[in-house]
């Protein structure tokens, strides 16, 4: 092992050896205090432009799942088709792995995909800096490095970027539509009846959402994060997770925008013409948000966003919800897999998270209400309208990795198409 270096924008310095891909590289160093979970988080488009910090002193145990694709195109193991880090510090690597999934080692995974590592790092301190000055820019050296080859890394890596000065969404987000077809029923046939179709808006999806979607039989039209999908016939709109900073977003937030409008308008025009009967058959479209889809359905309904300090980036966030019960009517049906619906408010939840970007609840308005609040800190964790089927949440009930605790949300989106 080589030598390495994480120098951070206040000039503080953290030294230890290389167990990666040996090339200098820079970003937004973030903290995650989750046990497991690496391979998810690697993978996860969220972690964009970002140098990730993992808190759990040991990684790297239990080796590497297989990396490849299912006949759907979806990864196998992995919630997207590559490493989207800028680089991993760790406190201590383990070059031994045993797990009965393990294809091979974390290491050999980051030299194949060329990312960064460090191990040997004092996270501690780390953490606790960053905690008390907040995520700041931050570079890898490799200072034993010969010069030519400096040289030829430093083509590969690019020009440094500054986190917030670049749209993370657009790199991450699928370049065109692509259609996913829901499990096939268990006896190995597909249902005769028309199947509900819900665009996802790709702002850095991960794959275990769409997962979510199919095995609850509906079928997904995953767009480009810039993609008009108004002009599309579908059922329900999902907005993805992503990297990055809302206000990037504004070609999503106005397609967002003009969905609310016309399905609001469906609504003032029936009340227009008094027409009891014709109010009742009018269908609204729900729409679900995770994440960044929160952030960019308040800013769509008028609100606005702030960065956090540090951000939430782990496994065991506790969230309230404050809401009141969820908008579906219809939650008397059994609760699928032993998790049940929740049917007042003020119930806590366990929830995966990683995020730096949140809502500022003072200005929603006044139709819209918090949906979920966060046990810890006081942010808000959802939102939803208080007539209409649009709700949003700002952890991740789809987990991968983390409690699948809040899952049930997928339910309630399903419910309401």
């Keep these: 092992m080589r030598e390495a270096r994480l120098i951070l924008d206040n000039d503080s310095e953290f030294c230890g050896w290389s167990f990666g891909y040996d090339m200098e590289t820079s970003g937004e160093v973030v903290f995650n205090t989750a046990m497991t979970g690496y391979p998810e988080s690697l993978t996860d488009p969220s972690y964009a432009g970002q140098i990730l910090v993992m808190t759990y002193p040991l990684v790297g145990n239990y080796g590497v799942p297989e990396t490849g694709l299912d006949l759907d195109g979806l990864p196998l193991q992995m919630e997207s088709e590559r490493i989207h880090v800028k680089a991993l510090i760790v406190a201590d690597y383990s070059e031994q792995f045993s797990h009965w999934n393990a294809k091979e080692s974390l290491a050999a995974w980051l030299q194949r995909e060329k990312i960064p590592a460090i191990t040997g790092i004092d996270t501690r301190r780390l953490t606790q800096m960053l905690r008390e000055h907040g995520v700041m820019m931050g570079r890898i050296e490799i200072p034993s490095r010969p010069p030519q080859e400096r040289g030829e890394r430093r083509e590969e890596r690019g020009e440094e970027e500054v986190y917030g000065s670049v749209n993370w ?40 959402i769409i997962r979510c979607l199919l095995r609850r039989g509906v079928e997904v039209i995953r767009v480009p994060w810039d993609y008009d999908f108004n002009e599309l016939e579908f059922d329900g709109l999902f907005l993805a997770n992503g990297p990055g900073d809302p206000e990037r977003c504004e070609a999503t937030v106005n397609n967002i925008r003009k969905f609310l409008h016309a399905e609001q308008s469906s609504i003032n025009y029936s009340q227009t ?103 810890n800190d006081g942010s808000n964790e959802g939102i939803r309208h208080k007539t209409m089927p649009w709700l949003s949440v700002q952890f991740h009930p789809e987990a991968c990795s983390g409690p699948v605790d809040t899952e049930f949300l997928f339910d309630e989106f399903v419910n309401m198409l």
């Design 273 to 375: 013409l008094n027409n009891t009967s014709q109010l009742k058959t009018v269908k609204l479209r729900p729409c679900m948000g995770i994440c960044l889809g929160n952030q960019l359905l308040a800013r769509a309904a008028g609100a606005k966003t702030y960065k956090l300090k540090y951000g939430h980036r782990s496994h065991n966030q506790p969230v309230m919800m404050v809401g009141g019960t969820l908008p579906s009517e219809n939650l008397s049906r059994p609760p699928q897999r032993g998790r049940g619906f929740p049917q007042t408010g003020t119930q806590c939840f366990i929830t995966s998270q990683n995020h730096g970007y949140a809502v500022d609840d003072k200005t929603l308005p006044s139709d819209w209400e918090p949906l979920f609040v966060n046990m």
């Design 169 to 208: 969404v657009e790199r991450v987000s699928c370049k065109e539509i692509i259609t996913y077809h829901p499990v096939k029923e268990e006896r190995g046939e597909e249902r005769e009846e028309r199947r509900k179709k819900v665009v996802l808006v790709d702002c850095g999806v991960k794959a275990n």
